[in-house]
Each structure stands twice: as structure tokens, then as C-alpha cells.
């Protein structure tokens, strides 16, 4: 059954869960969940609770009488009352204890984080959806064993989507169908589908009208409208083989590749930007559309499923080596939020990329405990979480191609090379300034090194009186030396021997030692040393480091110089050269340097990538990922990362077979190994379901993304087993392939229209009786009205993104828009644009009169119809006397892909008529002399942007016709 969000409980709900009727209450608010708010609920609220909460509020463990593990204990509450209130985030106890308002503050020794905070938030007012085990409902839906071993083997052993694929004979004609359809259903789709409505009592529905059949084909696999004259061309000849030779044609079009780009970038969660930034960095991402045209290209080559899969996960692991532009496929992985730096969270999203978006199989849930439904143990998923945190994204991002020639080229290289020069200007600046600081700060690095001073609570190295704080970069070197010279080194011997003395013995030593000097004076190898001390005669260990400290800054200067001599070298060389305990590398000096040194590097860097990110003539980047330093990761109880538990080797989930990573590698080649292998029969029956969600308007399955336990079975569990098969054997990973043996499909060919009978025995059309009608998507829309208006450049395209709403923009496809993730307009999310923080399947689909209002008022929408306008009209002037009928023609063939009917001309023709008059009413004078004439008022409102006086009749019929539904559907 089709399922629906939760709504907020009404108030009389409220006062019956107040009243005493919990678990009853508790059943309502978790009595349906949407696949989206039981997936909430397991990603976000439940880890939550578990990490943050059950400490001190589950089991037995019940503080202030509060339980939060089940929805009926959370609804009861505590001893203060109910703990939360479905709908209700102002009266919920719960959200003003993490708030911590009302003199409430939960937890009370870590306030939860803004986002954990707004997490709970929206949980509260969707209702306090509640999936699986402490629901209200009773046992484990699904009685799967509790040992992870067994479950692994049942799911194995009994479970759908695990079982190997196997090819399926079609069924023959099922008796009772008409000759017609059985002699023309040919395909093993066809002959599939016929079989499951011809059980279920019903019949196909005939098939679609040729002029109806090739608009739908052009969407479908263009995203394009047809021109009319290609609408006519069919419809002159609408035989199988015009048919066939068209959909050839579009499927190899650079259009059908952009098209369906566009829809894998919506499961991809791509964005031009990291979402929040931090720590000063830029939020974009400069280089994610070299992700997207990477895409395109790959469609448009047919490139094979498993190979393109491969190459998201592990192109620079690839043997041999990969072409460089097949780098930019890493952006798979690395375009999505950054979540403030939270490499847990970073690794999370890319667990559930790879695993819930290529596989269907949601181990993302497994993160704070084994999973609760799917055979995923918490080991599986930080197994997979070594293979993440084994891979980094380089500073600098390798260049996959050559900047484009001319002058631009120049310039961009030219800026670039003045951006580089400033960073290494400024570090070789930090670096002579931290180094003669340093020098100059020797006695006490000597002193660390013997009585180290406290460190606050941040801990931090003490910062001096003079302002200058130590660093403990040089003080572990420093220490380091010391402790391997000891006492007969000919430099740091003296110091190595007294340092960690008490300040009596110390005196006592340091004397003898000098005294000994003193009678013997070939014991001290180095003179300068010698003659220091023995001249100084330190007696604490502070007047020992500053004798030291003497040496030293003489050594400094005299380098190079002629006061020189072997034994000052000899100092530098073992305390201020670089690399030398005093003396960082140059490549060091970012290490060392100062707070606001730091913000400037960053400011100098942030400039680079401004550049790289909006200057023309720059070189193409890819947004790779590469290894790392590869390490497995441990458990994190709980999933948090201050309890670690057992380490777990890199591998892959072991109900997918626990291939185990190579010794040295990240492991993302095995993974893209055990993704694509012909022994794992999730990967090709997701893709096909998701091929053939977006052809139907529906899934084979009817959770998008969830081939678990959790999901739904298939409802054509045959055809989906054969189509998946042949995709893999006898199309060979063609996504082409799959296409072709969907359009071709009589079952895809049938009419929309929905039949009296269909409508009672199967109203969500499960059984593929029907073609589904479906509107179009926003790039198809906005697509559709540039090419009304004459505007869209198919030839053009690619590079850095545009702004989809600006009229400026109108001539390039809506692919090619810039996505910020952190503020997506407006007018794309009524319009039902993917969410691009999570792996999309199948974008919602909402009808609100959000979407009527932006028909009538976006200025996208009116510019159009006033180039539609201007389109129609030709040559000809719009004054009033030219042939009204002609233009009409040319509208509705612009904007429909169709010629009018005559009760579309003449109306058309009367309209304009009547709003000819209405723009050139009678003057006042007449007026008052028509004494018939009747009194009337008018209310004026103000009209939308861009339709002022000059927005003539031709153009709002224009708009009018963009408004139709027909214009913003397909049948």
C-alpha cells in the first residue's frame, strides 16, 4: 500500500496520550512510516539516542524514571511527565532539555551540537517516527535469527535480493488474451507483464497514440521536447521500424547521455559545494563539474555499467592506469557535504553512498550497533570505514587536461603564478621569522628539555613573557637529540649529563665537569663550548642554557662569515641547520608559525582556489581520492569515537563475501571488485530497477534504494531476475542495451489513459497495465521552455555551472546548473529537485500551488513566453492586422511539438480578440456618451516581473500555453 508522511497528532491526540492511553498513542505515531522517516529515524534519531542518551536512560539504567530505548517509554516519560510530544517541539520536555532551557539541560555534561539538537527537532515534530525494536509494535517484524552468524545465512538462504540471478523463460500467451496482443507481445518484458495482468482478470491497455508515443520517447530519453516536424515525420509513418531507428538514434545522442546524467548525479548527491565550510575554507568545489561532464561523456560511450562503477571507486587504483580524464569518476566519493570536517561523518556518507546507493543495502544503520534488520554487523561497517579513512583527497588535485589555447590561457597562468609566488613569499617569511625566533629562544627549548613548565588546561606550550610561545615540535626534536648524544657528545655531552639533575646535584656536577675541563682540556671535543663555559662558569641550569644559548646565536651569525670556525659548524650543525632540533624544514614552517600567519596562508590559498574556481583559461582538475597512509579502523562503541573498541581489518560486509582489502591498499579496489562481480546479484537488480523506476514512473521494487529486508519484494520478481541477468550476460553492462529492451516494450508503448476497469481493480497501476502519465522533472521543464523560446543551444555545455534561473541562462541546458547544497533556490526544491545531501533514487513528486504561482510569475517562465511570442511571430508584426491564425500555428507547434486543433485555433483566435479590445478600451468621452454602456470596477494587481505594459496579448497567450498542462506533462 502506497505510504504517506507522518502528520503532527491533533491536540485531542495530545490529551489522550496525557491522559493515560500511551501505548495506544505510541502505536498512532509509529503505525506507518515512509521509507524516508524510517530511514531518518535509523541514521539520525537512533544513533543519537543510543550515543547520547541510553547511558543514562535505557534498561535498567532509568534516570528521573525516564526510558528513551522504546516510543512508549519516551511518550510516558518520566517522573516530570511525558518526555516528548508528537508534533509539539515548543511542549516537548525532551527538546527543551537539549535546548537546555526551562532550567532543563540534557546531557548535562555535553550539550548536544546545533545539528544533533535540530536533529531531534525535526524528529519531534514529524511525529516521534519510531522503526523496529522499541517501536510499540511488538517483536521483530521480520523473526530473523539473533545471532549475526545465523542471520547472515538465513538472509543468504532465503532473502530475494541475495539469491544468485537466473535466467527465466518467458511465459508463453496466458489464455483469454485478444490474438492482437498475444502475436504482439513479443519481448520478455512483455511477455512477463502480460502474464501478471492476464492472472490478475485484466487486459494491456491499447497502445499509445503515435503522436503521443514519440513525444513520450523524445522525454524519456532526451528530456527534450520533440521539434514538430520530427512529431509529424513519425506520425506520417508510424511503423516498427521508424520506431526502432529512432530510438536508435536518441539513445546515441549526446543528449540522451546528458539527460541521464542528470539522473544518476541525483543517487551521486551531487552539489558544486561542500555545504558549511570551516576553518576559513572556501565552500566551493571548483572542480565538481569536471564529476558531472565525466558522467555525461561516459553515457554518451556506453561506457559498461561495471567498469563505470569501478572507475567511481577506484580509478586511480586501476590497473593499468587509467586514461587522466577517467580521474574526474573519483568525484563519486568526493563531492558531497564535508560536515564541518567530521571525518566520521564523512566516511558515513560515503558507506551509505557505496553500499545503500550502488547495492541497495543500508549498512550505514550499523554504525553505533549491528544492524537491526539487514545480516550487517558493526565490524562490516568499520570494516568498510578502514577502507575510507585509508583514502584522502590531495591538496593539490591532479590536472586531467590542457587549458584551453589563447590568451585566456596566458592570463590564467600568469595570475596563477603571481597567487603561487605570494604563498611562498609568505612561507619563506614565517619560516626566517620562526627560525630566528627560535635561535633566539634556545635557553629555554634547553630548559623544556629540564624543567618543562605545566601546561594549561588546552594544553598547550607556555607562551613567554616576551610573547612567544614554544613549540612542541622543536622541543620533541630537541629532547630527542639529547637523549641519544649522551654524556661524552662534544656539543650537547655537558647538558646531557646535568639536565635532569636536582639543583644541589646539579651545582655539584656542573663544577666537577668544569673543573675537570679546567685540569684536562682535551675532555671538552668542542673549543667554543669549552671556552663558554669555563669562562661563564654556570652554577643553574637556567645560566647553562643561556650559555648554550650564547654559543648558539654566535654560531648563527658567524656563518659564512669570516669569525667562522669548525667548532661554530659544528653547533649549527647539530642545532640550527634545517631539520636540526632549533630549526624546522622549510616545508615544516606552516608547522610553527603563527595564528594570524596561518589566516593569511589561508586567505592567499582561498585566493588560488577563487581563481581556479571562476577564472577562464585554467586547466580541467579532477576531485579525486587517493591512499593514504592505510591503517584499519577500530569500533567505535556506540559510534563514538572517544570509546574504541576492537580493530577490525579492511574488507567488505561479510554476507557480500568479506573479500578482505590488499596488504598496503585502501581496499577501495576490492570493493569496486565485489560491487561489480558477476556472483553479486544486488548490483545489476538495483540498477535495473532504477533504470526501469524512471522509464515506468514506478519500480519494479517498490522501495527505491532498499533491496533489504527491509524493502518491498518485487512485484514482477521473474522479470526482474531475467532482465537483470541479460543486462549482465547478453547485454554485457550496457546501460544502452537495458534502454532499448525497455522503450521497445510493448508494455512501455501502451496509452496513459486510465480505464474505468484498471481504475477499481488496480488504481497504483502495480500490474504495468497502463502507461504511467508523468510530469516532467524541473531540468526537463526549464529544458522545455528554452526550447519553446527558441533559446536552448544543444551544442553548447559543459564546464563550470550557471544559475538556472537567470534569463541569461536560457540557452544551456539545466544539467549544466551550479548546485549550491547549502541554498538551494526556492524554485527547485517546489519543483522536487533531489536532495543533494543523500544518495537519491526516485525524487518525490508533489503537486502545491507553489508550482501554478511560479508558472505565472517567475520571470524564467515570462521571458520565455516573450521569446515563444517573438518566435511565433517571425518576421511579421504584432500589430493587431497580420494573420492571428498563422501565429497560433506556430505557437503550439513551438511549444506543444504539435498543430492545433480547430477548437484550439478558434479559441486561441477569440481570446486574442477579446484581449485586443481589453487593451485598447473606448476613451472616457465615448464612453460617457453610451448611456447603455455598464458601470464596472476593477480590481488591478499587480502584475509579475517582466509583464509590464509591453507584455502584449501574444505574449501572455504565449504564457498561457506554457501554463497547460500538456506543456508541463507527458502522456
Not at 659 to 677: F, K, V
Request: charged share 25%.
Amino acid at each position: 500500500m502506497p505510504k504517506t508522511r507522518l502528520a503532527a497528532l491533533p491536540f485531542a491526540g495530545i490529551l489522550f496520550v496525557v491522559s493515560g492511553g500511551l501505548a495506544a498513542a505510541a502505536e498512532q505515531v509509529s503505525a506507518e512510516l515512509s521509507a524516508e522517516a524510517a530511514a531518518f529515524f535509523e541514521t539520525k534519531v537512533r544513533p543519537l539516542l543510543v550515543a547520547k542518551c541510553h547511558d543514562c536512560h535505557a534498561g535498567d539504567t532509568t534516570e528521573g524514571g525516564l526510558r528513551l530505548d522504546s516510543l512508549p517509554a519516551l511518550v510516558k516519560g518520566g517522573d516530570s511527565g511525558p518526555a516528548a510530544i508528537a508534533g509539539d517541539t515548543a511542549a516537548s520536555r525532551l527538546v527543551a532539555a537539549v535546548r537546555r532551557a526551562d532550567g532543563l539541560a540534557m546531557p548535562p555534561d555535553e550539550p548536544l551540537t546545533a545539528d544533533e539538537v535540530a536533529t531531534l527537532e525535526a524528529w519531534v515534530a514529524r511525529g516521534l517516527p519510531w522503526s523496529g525494536p522499541g517501536s510499540g509494535r511488538g517483536d521483530d517484524p521480520l523473526q530473523t535469527p539473533q545471532d549475526m552468524d545465523s542471520r547472515i545465512a538465513n538472509a543468504r538462504a532465503t532473502h530475494w535480493s541475495f539469491q544468485p540471478l537466473v535466467r527465466r523463460d518467458p511465459p508463453p500467451p496466458p489464455d483469454g488474451v485478444e490474438a492482437s496482443i498475444a502475436n504482439t507481445w513479443n519481448s520478455p518484458i512483455d511477455r512477463f507483464i502480460l502474464r501478471d495482468i492476464a492472472t490478475a482478470g485484466q487486459q494491456p491497455s491499447i497502445p499509445a497514440a503515435p503522436e503521443t508515443l514519440v513525444r513520450r520517447l523524445w522525454f524519456d530519453l532526451t528530456g527534450l521536447p520533440p521539434p514538430a516536424d520530427e512529431v509529424d515525420a513519425y506520425c506520417n509513418n508510424p511503423s516498427e521500424d521508424a520506431y526502432a531507428a529512432l530510438v536508435d538514434r536518441l539513445l546515441t545522442s549526446r543528449e540522451h547521455a546528458q539527460h541521464w546524467a542528470r539522473r544518476w548525479l541525483d543517487l551521486a548527491r551531487y552539489a558544486d559545494t561542500m555545504g558549511y565550510a570551516f576553518d576559513g575554507q572556501e565552500s566551493d568545489y571548483p572542480f565538481a563539474w569536471t564529476y558531472r561532464d565525466w558522467v555525461v561523456a561516459a553515457f554518451h560511450n556506453d561506457l559498461p555499467y561495471d567498469r563505470f562503477v569501478s572507475l567511481q571507486l577506484a580509478a586511480d587504483l586501476i590497473e593499468p592506469s587509467v586514461a587522466p580524464a577517467d580521474l574526474a569518476a573519483l568525484g563519486f566519493l568526493t563531492v558531497g557535504r564535508t560536515f564541518l570536517g567530521n571525518k566520521h561523518d564523512i566516511i558515513d556518507d560515503r558507506i551509505d553512498l557505496v553500499t545503500r546507493g550502488l547495492m541497495g543495502l543500508t549498512v550505514a544503520c550499523a554504525r553505533c550497533h549491528d544492524h537491526k534488520y539487514e545480516p550487517v554487523a558493526t565490524a562490516d561497517y568499520y570494516a568498510l570505514h578502514g577502507i575510507f579513512a585509508s583514502s584522502k583527497i590531495p591538496e593539490d588535485l591532479p590536472v586531467i587536461g590542457d587549458p584551453p589555447p589563447g590568451p585566456e590561457a596566458d592570463a590564467f597562468a600568469a595570475t596563477m603564478r603571481e597567487l603561487e609566488q605570494k604563498i611562498e613569499d609568505h612561507t619563506k617569511a614565517v619560516y626566517e621569522r620562526a627560525t630566528r625566533e627560535a635561535i633566539a629562544h634556545a635557553a629555554d627549548y634547553l630548559m623544556e628539555t629540564s624543567r618543562p613548565q605545566p601546561r594549561g588546561p588546552d594544553g598547550r606550550t607556555p607562551v613567554l613573557d616576551d610573547g612567544y610561545e614554544l613549540q612542541q615540535l622543536l622541543i620533541d626534536r630537541l629532547t630527542r637529540t639529547i637523549e641519544g648524544a649522551g654524556s661524552s657528545h662534544p656539543i650537547l655531552g655537558l647538558w646531557a649529563e646535568v639536565r635532569s639533575l636536582g639543583d644541589e646535584t646539579f651545582a655539584e656536577t656542573l663544577a666537577a665537569r668544569l673543573t675537570h675541563w679546567e685540569e684536562d682540556p682535551a675532555a671538552a671535543a668542542n673549543a667554543t663550548i669549552h671556552s663558554e663555559m669555563l669562562s661563564s662558569r654556570p652554577d643553574t641550569p637556567r645560566g647553562l642554557a643561556e650559555a648554550y644559548a650564547r654559543v648558539v646565536m654566535r654560531a648563527s651569525e658567524a656563518a659564512g662569515g669570516s669569525d667562522d670556525t669548525p667548532d661554530l659548524e659544528a653547533i649549527r650543525h647539530t642545532l640550527i641547520v634545517p631539520g636540526a632540533p632549533l630549526v624546522v624544514l622549510p616545508e615544516e614552517a606552516m608547522r610553527v608559525a603563527r595564528r594570524e600567519e596561518r589566516t593569511e596562508l589561508r586567505k592567499r590559498n582561498r585566493d588560488i582556489s577563487r581563481h581556479q574556481a571562476t577564472a577562464a583559461g585554467g586547466p580541467p582538475r579532477a576531485m579525486v581520492l587517493e591512499d593514504a597512509a592505510v591503517h584499519d579502523s577500530r569500533i567505535l562503541r556506540r559510534g563514538n569515537p572517544g570509546r574504541p573498541g576492537d580493530v577490525v581489518p579492511r574488507r567488505v560486509p561479510t554476507v557480500l563475501g568479506g573479500l578482505q582489502a590488499a596488504e598496503g591498499s585502501s581496499g577501495r579496489r576490492e570493493l569496486a571488485a565485489m560491487i561489480t562481480a558477476p556472483t553479486n546479484p544486488l548490483t545489476p537488480r538495483l540498477i535495473v530497477d532504477w533504470t526501469w523506476r524512471h522509464h515506468f514512473g514506478r519500480g519494479l521494487v517498490e522501495t527505491p534504494g532498499d533491496l533489504g529486508l527491509r524493502g518491498e519484494p518485487p512485484a514482477h520478481a521473474e522479470l526482474l531476475d531475467d532482465l537483470a541477468e541479460r543486462f549482465v550476460t547478453e547485454g554485457a553492462w550496457s546501460l544502452r542495451w537495458l534502454h532499448r529492451e525497455m522503450v521497445m516494450s510493448r508494455c512501455w508503448q501502451q496509452s496513459s489513459a486510465l480505464r474505468d476497469d484498471l481504475r477499481e481493480a488496480d488504481p497504483d497501476n502495480l500490474l504495468f497495465a497502463r502507461a504511467n502519465r508523468r510530469r516532467l522533472s524541473w531540468e526537463a521543464w526549464r529544458d522545455s521552455l528554452a526550447t519553446a523560446a527558441g533559446s536552448l543551444d544543444l551544442a553548447g555545455g559543459g564546464g563550470r555551472g550557471m544559475n538556472p534561473l537567470s534569463t541569461d541562462s536560457l540557452h544551456v541546458r539545466s544539467l549544466y546548473a551550479r548546485l549550491d547544497r547549502q541554498d538551494v533556490p526556492g524554485m527547485l526544491r517546489i519543483f522536487d529537485i533531489a536532495n543533494p545531501d543523500t544518495a537519491v533514487h526516485a525524487r518525490a513528486q508533489t503537486t502545491v500551488p507553489q508550482q501554478s504561482l511560479a508558472v505565472l510569475n517567475s520571470p524564467l517562465v515570462v521571458e520565455s513566453a516573450r521569446r515563444l511570442a517573438a518566435r511565433a511571430a517571425g518576421d511579421d508584426e504584432l500589430d493587431g492586422t497580420q494573420d492571428d491564425t498563422q501565429f497560433v500555428h506556430r505557437l503550439w507547434r513551438a511549444a506543444l511539438s504539435r498543430s492545433p486543433r480547430e477548437d484550439e485555433v478558434s479559441a486561441a483566435l477569440a481570446w486574442l480578440a477579446a484581449e485586443a479590445a481589453a487593451d485598447n478600451p473606448v476613451t472616457d468621452e465615448v464612453a460617457s456618451s453610451d448611456a447603455s454602456a455598464p458601470e464596472t470596477a476593477v480590481a488591478e494587481s499587480p502584475p509579475a516581473e517582466g509583464t509590464g505594459p509591453d507584455f502584449d496579448r501574444y505574449d501572455r497567450l504565449a504564457q498561457a500555453v506554457l501554463a497547460t498542462a500538456e506543456f508541463q506533462f507527458v502522456d
